[in-house]
């Protein structure tokens, strides 16, 4: 069974940078299909980005071409790049996996392991 630790949140100014990690363990880390999502106050869980098994990625419009997903199966972590930050960005990001997502990759209840999140906060 899967265990999701995420790391690398913070408090950042708007237009920085910074990069999420989310190391996995229990499981086969290569068959899993990675998902990041995001949860501010009040507002519901949604959709960040995703990276197949495979390598192909999706991404939700509200970060496109500034978020990139990636993964290192040798490390057994995936990754979420995030430049050009806004106060928008500030949310509790999550990772999640599953082994098995052929469509709404966007919803969480797709995913069967979850992190506990990492906290990233962007002042303006």
């Known amino acids: 069974q899967g265990q999701l630790v995420e790391s690398g949140g913070g408090l950042v100014q708007a237009g920085d940078s910074l990069r999420l990690s989310c190391a996995a363990s229990g499981g086969s880390f290569s068959s899993y299909h990675m998902g990041w999502f995001r949860q501010a106050p009040g507002k519901e869980r949604e959709f960040v980005a995703v990276?197949?098994?495979?390598?192909?990625?999706q991404y939700a419009d509200s970060v496109k071409g500034r978020v990139t997903i990636s993964r290192d199966n040798g490390r057994n972590t995936a990754y979420l790049q995030m430049n050009s930050v806004t106060p928008e960005d500030t949310a509790v990001y999550y990772c999640?996996?599953?082994?098995?997502?052929?469509?709404?990759?966007?919803?969480?209840?797709?995913?069967?392991?979850w992190g506990q999140g990492t906290q990233v906060t962007v002042s303006s």
């Open positions: 990276i197949w098994s495979g390598g192909s990625r």
């Open positions: 999640a996996a599953t082994e098995h997502l052929v469509y709404r990759w966007y919803a969480p209840q797709m995913y069967d392991y």
